[in-house]
């Protein structure tokens, strides 16, 4: 079992930054890759990054793309995403995923362990 922890969510005007951290704990040693993905209110769950256990590969949604930036420290068993140039339609909860395959996904499904979220908005 993986347990992931998410923080670095909080209240930020547009324009601003904010940088998530996803912290994992339980059998960290295996090879995990990441994601974050978002979820508003009656929507569906969105992909919004991923990372691959090696951190050689990444991939971002459209909408983030060059706005955010994923990355992770095994050492610390952390996984981050950096959010710059936010805007209002950023807003939303972000989840933390890991799943037990060392290469990137975009499909929630494929995911096997979730945190349980952390909450972003951004004020225009």
């Known amino acids: 079992q993986v347990q992931l922890v998410e923080s670095g969510g909080g209240l930020v005007q547009a324009g601003g930054s904010l940088r998530l951290s996803c912290a994992a704990s339980?059998?960290?040693?295996?090879?995990?890759?990441m994601g974050w993905f978002r979820q508003v209110p009656g929507k569906e769950r969105e992909f919004v990054a991923t990372v691959s256990w090696s951190a050689v590969s990444t991939a971002y949604s459209d909408s983030v793309k060059v706005r955010f930036t994923i990355s992770r420290d095994q050492a610390k068993s952390t996984a981050y995403l950096r959010m710059n140039s936010l805007k209002p339609e950023d807003t939303a909860v972000y989840y933390c995923?890991?799943?037990?395959?060392?290469?990137?996904?975009?499909?929630?499904?494929?995911?096997?362990?979730w945190g349980q979220g952390t909450q972003v908005t951004v004020s225009s």
């Open positions: 995923a890991a799943r037990q395959s060392p290469s990137t996904s975009r499909s929630s499904r494929e995911y096997d362990y």
């Open positions: 339980g059998r960290t040693f295996g090879r995990y890759a």
